[in-house]
């Protein structure tokens, strides 16, 4: 199975391989892209927040998930520059903030996996040059990075399920293989866990004494996930107990386990595989530079196209290499260039405004993440009821930290399926993170108010409410199911009864039906 990331680097639209219960079907390899307008980073300015934590304000240079209204159209090379995600800027992250006294009960968190080496090679020309082993004295760096390298040596203690204890556990390659995960992917990710350890060390999400059912890790079978999700684990759990530890193993990019089969998300997948096309072939500047770019390098149109230049021209750009070049035939030489890129990107983005504006695939994205959101959702479930007042603990505990590290074809459906189709396209280590929380029980006053007629007054358990980020910004009224909340009502927080509305039935409405089993198998028409 094929779990490799292309996204948005195909300017064609490449496809995804998935195995379904019954047999292969080619998936959505996602085309279009949106990313986050490159700004002068300021220095960071910590602030007290309203809930007694410490927040962090970047200023103007504040990174937003979702785009700021344009006058002009965005620049397509500056908005790459994001993607790219360089660990040398400050982060904000709102992550663990919430009313006074309300618990946190439990987090799940998918990631994307951290930068990575190319997973296409343009002929003709030299491959990016770059070292995939790990190394304190190279940048970018971390303060956990030496401590990380060492404790992933222990890794033979922990629990592997197949094929995952024959994956490497950290990039080692001097000329880094492709889709290799680089340096920098493992930096961003040690970042990304360490900014969630600071923002739920005073919640005590985790005891010191955690239980291997408390954490649960799922990865698919690709090094560049399973690497990517130590690194964050290690930076949230810094020396973990390897013999608490199962890493599971999702064989699907969807992460849909045992309910992949789904007929109508894979119509809904083609139709918009032909969307993208038709989009594609009639943009004539595109056409024109491709086959610009293939004289330049002495080959045919076509299979340059094949070659997916961009994923490597992105690789340059991430890495701050020269576009490659080639020596030409009168003894001079000939590159790619910035404005050949600029043109494929514009192309992208185009794509992106038209993939909202049709539809196809939010319907796809509906049924394609449903498996994954019912058992976010389920776990809620479980967790909530293990907190309810006066009832004993299981033992062991119920999973209150899960992390998901998966890929860009994982992570844009998510959003798109959560109704956050103005988000920014995943960049490089992007994480969207589920929390759970508990506002203080009623006081006998507050119950006696709420009580209604012939109707006992007695003191009421706390009420869960549900919290959803990407890339450490709140975005939980932006989701479908919250969008319509009063988040300036006496209850500041989106209830977790919404959440479970919807992703029991009420997500479904899109593709007129009720249930997953419904929308996937009724017949067209």
């Not at 340096?183 to 739920?200: I, S």
């Amino acid at each position: 199975m094929s779990s490799s990331v292309r996204g948005w680097t195909s300017s064609y639209g490449a496809v995804v391989k998935m195995v379904s219960a019954v047999a292969a079907h080619l998936l959505l390899f996602l085309v279009s892209v949106n990313l986050i307008p490159t700004t002068p980073i300021l220095e960071e300015r910590p602030f007290q927040a309203a809930d007694g934590g410490v927040g962090v304000a970047l200023g103007k240079s504040r990174k937003r998930v979702f785009p700021v209204p344009h006058t002009e159209e965005p620049n397509p090379v500056s908005e790459a520059y994001s993607y790219c995600n360089t660990p040398n800027r400050t982060e904000q992250a709102w992550e663990g903030h919430s009313p006074a006294d309300y618990k946190l009960l439990s987090v799940q968190v998918m990631i994307r996996h951290g930068d990575r080496y190319p997973l296409y090679y343009i002929p003709k020309t030299k491959r990016p040059a770059i070292d995939c082993t790990l190394s304190i004295n190279r940048t970018p760096s971390h303060p956990l990075l030496n401590s990380f390298i060492r404790h992933m040596g222990q890794g033979g203690q922990g629990h592997w399920e197949s094929p995952l204890g024959s994956v490497p556990r950290l990039p080692n390659h001097s000329a880094c293989e492709m889709g290799e995960l680089t340096q920098t992917g493992v930096v961003q990710h040690l970042r990304n866990g360490q900014l969630l350890h600071q923002a739920y060390r005073r919640h005590n999400l985790l005891p010191s004494s955690w239980s291997p059912r408390q954490v649960w890790v799922e990865t698919t079978g690709k090094s560049r996930t399973l690497q990517s999700g130590l690194a964050f684990l290690y930076g949230f759990l810094p020396d973990f107990d390897w013999t608490k530890l199962t890493a599971r193993h999702q064989w699907s990019t969807l992460f849909c386990s045992s309910a992949c089969d789904c007929p109508a998300r894979n119509r809904y997948l083609e139709e918009e595989q032909r969307r993208q096309y038709r989009l594609r072939v009639s943009n004539t500047e595109l056409e024109r530079t491709y086959s610009d770019m293939a004289r330049t390098l002495g080959l045919p149109t076509r299979q340059l196209r094949a070659a997916n230049p961009i994923d490597s021209l992105l690789c340059h750009l991430c890495h701050s290499l020269s576009f490659p070049c080639v020596p030409m035939g009168d003894g001079t030489t000939g590159c790619l260039t910035m404005a050949q890129f600029a043109v494929i990107r514009r192309q992208q983005l185009d794509d992106e405004v038209d993939r909202r504006r049709v539809g196809l695939y939010h319907k796809f994205a509906i049924l394609a993440m449903y498996p994954y959101l019912n058992r976010t959702a389920t776990k809620m479930e479980r967790v909530a009821k293990d907190n309810e007042a006066g009832r004993q603990r299981r033992v062991g505990g119920e999973e209150v930290f899960t992390l998901s590290s998966a890929h860009d074809v994982t992570v844009a459906p998510l959003l798109s399926a959560l109704g956050l189709q103005e988000a920014r396209f995943p960049r490089f280590a992007a994480r969207v993170v589920f929390e759970l929380w508990k506002s203080p029980p009623a006081t006998q006053g507050q119950a006696k108010k709420k009580a209604g007629k012939g109707e006992r007054s007695k003191a009421k358990d706390g009420e869960l409410f549900i919290r959803v980020l990407y890339n450490g910004e709140d975005v939980t009224f932006h989701t479908t199911f919250c969008r319509a909340h009063d988040r300036h009502a006496s209850q500041p927080l989106c209830p977790l009864k919404n959440f479970l509305s919807f992703v029991r039935r009420d997500m479904f409405s899109v593709v007129n039906a009720t249930s997953y089993q419904e929308a996937c198998y009724r017949r067209p028409g």
